[in-house]
């Protein structure tokens, strides 16, 4: 087995190309949201929290990237509430199981995530999926 393995980066363009389509979408659909974009270590590339968003919607935006990137798939998957609970003690608080994060894949290589927060959750989801599909190559989850 090789001592390393060949991976994919997400780049600043492509972080800025997620946010402005995120916005975009954010604008049409009449909310105010807070987007976060962060590689596949969860380490944040980029956030944005446009005017007039919920002041809490950008703590849980970077934590819907972070989960979608870190289990690779997209958030509010768990359902059990008690496992969520587990799972969200066990990360030290930084996994969420509310909708609106989604996996950035490249070639079948989870290579970071994005989230979207501050309107309801099918807005979350909206704006979030709007982010990602800048991205051309992105593979869905």
């Avoid at 446009?50 to 798939?73: C, I, N, P, V």
């Avoid at 608080?93 to 309107?119: E, L, M, W, Y």
């Avoid at 800048?134 to 869905?140: C, N, S, Y």
């Amino acid at each position: 087995m090789p001592d390393y393995i060949p991976t994919y980066k997400l780049t600043h363009e492509a972080t800025m190309k997620m946010l402005a389509a995120g916005v975009k979408k954010a604008d049409e659909i009449g909310v105010k949201i807070a987007l976060a974009v962060c590689d596949q270590s969860t380490a944040l590339l980029g956030y944005l929290v446009m005017d007039g968003a919920k002041h809490f919607a950008g703590r849980t935006t970077t934590k819907k990237a972070a989960t979608a990137a870190s289990q690779r798939e997209p958030t509010g998957y768990v359902d059990d509430p008690l496992k969520a609970l587990s799972m969200q003690i066990r990360m030290d608080t930084d996994f969420t199981n509310v909708r609106g994060g989604f996996p950035i894949i490249a070639k079948g290589q989870v290579i970071g995530g994005v989230g979207a927060g501050g309107g309801s959750q099918e807005e979350d989801v909206i704006v979030a999926k709007a982010a990602l599909a800048a991205l051309d190559w992105a593979e869905q989850a």
